[in-house]
């Protein structure tokens, strides 16, 4: 399939070495977060979620932190494998009235065997 | 369960030509998205559908994008007449709910060419 973005920010780590991607969202009136993963000629698939009232967030090998002093999400996982390499963005929402997201321009991770 | 369904998965016109995408959601889910993605971007909202009424389509170019969702099930996206700058993925979502935190899922986009 086609890249999702030529030319993104890269972060390349080695298989098994923890991963941090940082986003910098733009709402300071947001105050739901998710992060997404996107592999080549794929549409995102939800990796994890958090809302403003928490400042960190657990699943399986993934954890998200919100910082809203400055505006500022990362995703951190663990012991990185060759199928997290992909393209990672994180999105925000605001408002009651409005559903649709409001997406990062994007990380590419490269995970090197 | 069937993911979000979407066709063609590539299509390849001429500027000021027209082109319709397709996009299944997922079967019982009542909101429906088009995002338009362009290379090295994230997706960008163009319209959001409860069932058969339009919700959001502040940022869709309405002078040359159009979709509709008439039965509440399926939609389509057309562009006409397109221009260069059109070319990127085209992608559709769905969720089950209105509720904001309801977990969207995206089909696999279609890709436009615009030459």
């Known amino acids: 399939g086609e890249s999702v973005g030529l030319h993104l920010p890269t972060l390349s780590v080695q298989e098994g070495d923890n991963s941090i991607i940082n986003c910098a969202y733009s709402?300071?009136?947001?105050?739901?977060f998710i992060w997404y993963k996107q592999e080549s000629g794929k549409g995102p698939q939800f990796i994890i979620d958090?809302?403003?009232n928490m400042d960190k967030r657990q699943g399986q090998r993934v954890t998200v932190l919100l910082n809203k002093t400055v505006k500022h999400l990362s995703l951190q996982i663990a012991a990185t494998q060759p199928g997290d390499s992909a393209v990672y963005f994180c999105?925000?929402?605001w408002g009651t009235g409005r559903r649709a997201l409001t997406f990062g321009s994007g990380t590419r991770l490269q995970v090197q065997p | 369960e069937a993911g979000v369904a979407q066709s063609p998965r590539y299509k390849i016109i001429e500027k000021r030509q027209s082109v319709a995408f397709w996009c299944n959601p997922i079967?019982?889910?009542?909101?429906l998205y088009w995002y338009q993605q362009i290379l090295g971007q994230g997706p960008k909202l163009l319209i959001q559908?409860?069932?058969?009424?339009?919700?959001?389509d502040s940022q869709l170019p309405k002078d040359r994008f159009s979709a509709e969702r008439l039965k509440g099930v399926d939609s389509t996206l057309k562009i006409q007449p397109a221009k260069l700058e059109d070319s990127a993925v085209y992608l559709c979502?769905?969720?089950?709910?209105?509720?904001?935190?309801?977990?969207?899922?995206f089909g696999p986009g279609t890709r436009l060419t615009v030459l």
């Open positions: 979502a769905s969720s089950l709910e209105v509720a904001r935190d309801n977990e969207q899922f």
């Open positions: 079967s019982g889910h009542a909101t």
């Open positions: 559908f409860q069932n058969n009424g339009v919700v959001d």
């Open positions: 709402n300071s009136a947001s105050d739901y």
């Open positions: 958090i809302r403003s």
């Open positions: 999105a925000e929402n």
